[in-house]
């Protein structure tokens, strides 16, 4: 016998869930159909991804002839290409999905069809849309001076190509050997050298010798 699914996403605010509820209560005693099984689930930060979290468990145990009833779309995912792609896999699988307060029914027949490719065109659209917003955001910051990319002096000390050749620097600078040959020394350019001797604090360690060098 087809099941009715009912996919409420709990939050902290009793009045949201109340109101999911009800409005899909509503749709059940007007379309006259029992709702099987109500899951609720609670969605954290670290668990927004949909393969994460309950709801993609209901929806593989999902068979042909069964309808998911959610409040709205937003509620499977907020991301809408995520709500394409479910509803896709559900009328593929010859599964309904209804949107209680968008008042929006998926069903295998052609109008569902045709609405769910206008999902996939809306989909496909904020697609490109975030992708040009962030091209548009990281070409002002450049273009404001800001430098992109991972902050100087992340990272493990211990992965840097000159990790362990601190007293090799220093000894090849007391030397008064340049910059740009100890570069070369170590296979390095000397942007990098000199970013890993600010790391390392190797300038004030190479003054404190000089210092003791010339008072000895």
């Known amino acids: 016998m087809p099941r009715v699914i009912a996919y409420v996403r709990v939050s902290t605010n009793k009045q949201d869930v109340e109101n999911q509820l009800s409005g899909i209560r509503i749709f059940a005693e007007r379309e006259r159909i029992e709702i099987t099984e109500t899951v609720g689930e609670t969605i954290s930060g670290y668990k927004s991804a949909l393969t994460e979290r309950k709801l993609s468990e209901v929806l593989k145990g999902l068979e042909r ?37 968008e008042n929006i029914v ?25 992708s040009a917003r962030t ?13 992109l ?27 008064r050997v340049s910059k740009s040959a ?3 020394m170590f296979d390095v350019n000397r942007e990098t050298l000199n970013r890993y ?19 000895n």
């Open 65 to 101: 002839g069964d309808m998911l009833v959610v409040s709205e779309t937003s509620r499977i995912s907020r991301r809408l290409l995520d709500v394409q792609n479910t509803i896709h896999d559900l009328l593929d699988r010859g599964i309904g999905v209804v949107a209680v307060k």
């Open 182 to 184: 100890i570069a070369r």
């Open 106 to 130: 998926f069903k295998d027949d052609i109008n569902s069809k045709v609405l769910a490719f206008a999902f996939g065109l809306s989909a496909e659209i904020e697609r490109n849309l975030i």
């Open 197 to 215: 001797i600010k790391r390392q604090n190797l300038d004030r360690e190479l003054l404190w010798r000089r210092h003791n060098k010339t008072t």
């Open 135 to 147: 091209r548009e955001a990281l070409a002002r910051k450049k273009a404001e001076g800001m430098i």
């Open 149 to 175: 990319g991972r902050p100087v002096g992340s990272g493990k000390v211990e992965n840097l190509k000159l990790y362990g050749k601190d007293e090799q620097i220093l000894e090849l600078q007391l030397k």
